[in-house]
């Protein structure tokens, strides 16, 4: 049992890598992404290296060109749940939208997915951008940005009470008085606001970790608030360490602000390995995927997120003066700045910017050998800029096995990193507590 | 290869058993609602007797009591994907609501589970009675019966649309010229209707069965002529052979005036079997379950589902005359009934009609010998009743044990049941061809 603090890996699963042409590699296969057993090997490379946890991303809708890369994967908590049952250690963080779903029918499977995989389950909460999944749920367009905040932010409370509505000690299950469950510990929630009126109680027991792990990923003012007042885990897009410093001291402080406990919130920025015996041919890894790179679908992708024109964004010239800025933008606002910052701050051309986004898509991007990248994370890990790292390789599953090979070793040898999982649930991987159910707080007072 | 016609066999899981004093027996676990071990065993008895499949009954609300039974289970699509990890032939059937679901979502999350499953899942479609329900989801009661059935047609457009979205072929996977899939075979569906608005496509390619396999439940007029236009398989409640028969010809009529084939809907009478070496042994089995129930809970529970005051009640006398009546009730209509009817038609106290509804909820009990319960399932087969049977042990797993150790080798023995599975997906247990994909016919002509 170390003391030290540690790091902690996600595995971001993303099909055939992060990198939007790595299906198109010679040992790619262009259907993994509705291949289980794909994901079961992951899963268990993952595990095997202790990973805290595995994530898989989603929206209600086709991001964009169906032909650029894989699209329409299995919804993550059915695939979670199916690894579930090939792992047995590992956390299982699945996406899903606080606009586009009802919180009483969400909470509850995420209590299921808790209780099928014995307190590993974890929810990343997002509010879900773009006029594509808005136009799939009766509407024409995206609530605004503010709007789906307070909508989410009223979804956690509804959430957090449904998964409290049961004390944990409310089964006695009495056979010889015929009492399966004490009535008077199983809460009617009675939440009446101004998105919800909910009832209560859930029909689930309270599951093993009292709620799923709470995650969040937006970096917006509005994303940094919620995170500060909901999040456990936080992960998010860094290009450099002062950035990435500036941006852990930022939530470190604002989660104090909101009374809770700055250890109690992990921050975890991406991280794109691509890893070579020497720099160069790491360097010559990342080129060739950048090769393959469709630069029309690539600008295409660009230009929405800009909300420009494709026509007026030219492949050897940097980007336009005249770009909407981030107030124009209603979808998501942090990754607009992110992609305009770093084209402007590296003066890069839009090809060189797609190359750059085409890999970790606005992540830092680490190339080099297995020693430099240790090297990094353990910077950023003592320097304020990290908790731990989602990792999100550029090529599955080449890319992840070359990093628990050959990087995950180095960190383990620096005891930066477990040997063994020391907990059970996704909570106690990422050193939080269970929550304190406020029922059962309110009837002891 | 067998080209005669055949039973096929779902089974209903239900915790402990479908007796709802079975927790209370001395060797039923009473938390085994919430263990994936438990229901992996279940599921491994079922596949090893080469049932058709496995089903799950569910609701977005608690369901009167927590005393009373076993309450709050995982939500049927997650574990029914946990089975699904630990199976390889038998179809997985969740119930879902059209009242309290959007179709996006929960069209992508069964084309998930087909997936993962590869071609198993089953959909059991539900309105939700009840206002528990309701007050989950912002109302402040059920809408009405009509309206239910009214928003579940239009689900079922919309979900087929969403299902069919993406052509078989769609995906090319061409990685020398970068197109992995045809964006001229991903169609939007556009759909405006009096409750839904969803652009489509989906987010997920054509499921291996193309959709999931339609079940449905309600006996009520608007039940059955919903079932006739969308169902393939019908699961319900007959208390005789005689009301079977007329329910079964009237089903198979409905579904000829819809333009579909008869035989592409097969009927499933609930059964529950109560199995003993010696009809007297079966009898006390019965007995020893109904001197459990208590009776409290069981009038409180049959006073909601007739609409009146429980002190109305008298254990020891008949029902009351004047009850509300069918046509008062915006509940489940045909459960009424069926309770009702079953009371007057056998001049039932209260008392001995609440061990009739505690044993199979209105449900067939089969109390008998194996070779008894084996003849009737034959009768009614071979008499116009029954497709097959929804499998309903009074006490899990011994009920389930005793079935398929005793009963399935009989019926194997004289022909009427498979021994090998001989198709791959659920669609192909229950003899049904995969839908036709309305997007590709469309192209075609």
Redo the contacts between chains.
């Keep these: 049992m170390t003391t030290e603090r540690q790091l902690h890996f996600n595995l971001f699963l993303h099909d055939t890598g992060h990198h939007e042409?790595s299906?198109?590699?010679?040992d790619?296969d262009?259907?993994a992404h509705?291949d289980?057993d794909y994901h079961r090997r992951l899963a268990r490379i993952a595990e095997d290296a202790k990973f805290d946890s595995l994530f898989l991303a989603d929206?209600?809708?086709?991001a964009g060109?169906?032909?650029?890369?894989?699209?329409?994967?299995?919804?993550p908590?059915?695939?979670l749940?199916?690894l579930?049952?090939?792992t047995s250690r590992i956390g299982l963080i699945a996406t899903a939208s606080t606009s586009?779903?009802?919180p009483?029918?969400l909470a509850?499977?995420l209590s299921?997915?808790d209780?099928?995989s014995d307190g590993r389950a974890g929810w990343n909460i997002v509010t879900t951008a773009g006029e594509?999944a808005a136009?799939?749920?009766?509407l024409e367009d995206q609530p605004l940005h503010r709007a789906r905040y307070e909508r989410a932010a009223e979804f956690l409370e509804v959430a957090t009470k449904l998964w409290d509505s049961?004390e944990d000690d409310?089964?006695v299950?009495d056979?010889a008085a015929?009492?399966?469950?004490?009535?008077a510990k199983?809460h009617a929630i009675g939440h009446r606001g101004e998105h919800?009126?909910?009832?209560?109680?859930?029909?689930?027991?309270r599951s093993p970790q009292g709620y799923p792990l709470l995650v969040q990923a937006g970096s917006s003012e509005d994303g940094k608030e919620f995170a500060a007042r909901w999040a456990e885990a936080i992960f998010t897009a860094q290009p450099t360490i002062e950035e990435a410093q500036d941006f852990y001291a930022d939530i470190k402080r604002r989660v104090l602000a909101q009374g809770r406990d700055p250890e109690h919130v992990k921050v975890l920025p991406g991280l794109v390995p691509v890893i070579g015996e020497t720099e160069a041919e790491a360097r010559e890894l990342d080129a060739e995927l950048d090769r393959?790179i469709?630069p029309e679908?690539a600008r295409r992708q660009l230009a929405k997120t800009l909300k420009v024109d494709p026509e007026t964004l030219a492949f050897d010239a940097p980007l336009p003066d005249d770009l909407p800025g981030e107030d124009a933008v209603e979808g998501s606002k942090s990754r607009y700045s992110l992609i305009v910052d770093l084209a402007r701050r590296e003066n890069l051309t839009v090809r060189e910017l797609i190359g750059r986004l085409g890999g970790g898509r606005g992540h830092r991007t680490f190339t080099g050998t297995p020693v430099q990248i240790a090297d990094t994370i353990q910077q950023w890990f003592e320097n304020g800029a990290a908790d731990g790292f989602n990792i999100m390789p550029a090529v599955l599953p080449s890319g992840l096995e070359v990093f628990v090979e050959r990087v995950v070793p180095i960190l383990q040898e620096r005891g930066l990193f477990r040997t063994e999982y020391e907990g059970r649930t996704l909570r106690e991987h990422y050193g939080l507590p269970r929550p304190v159910n406020q029922y059962t707080l309110a009837s002891v007072q």
């Design positions: 042409a299906w198109r590699l010679p790619a262009p259907r509705l289980l929206g209600p809708a086709l060109d169906v032909g650029r890369r894989p699209q329409g994967r299995i919804e908590t059915v695939l749940t199916a579930a049952a090939t586009y779903n009802e009483f029918n509850r499977r299921s997915v209780w099928i594509a136009r799939n749920f009766g049961w409310a089964i299950a056979k015929g009492v399966h469950t004490l009535a199983v919800f009126r909910v009832a209560g109680p859930l029909n689930a027991p393959l469709t679908y």
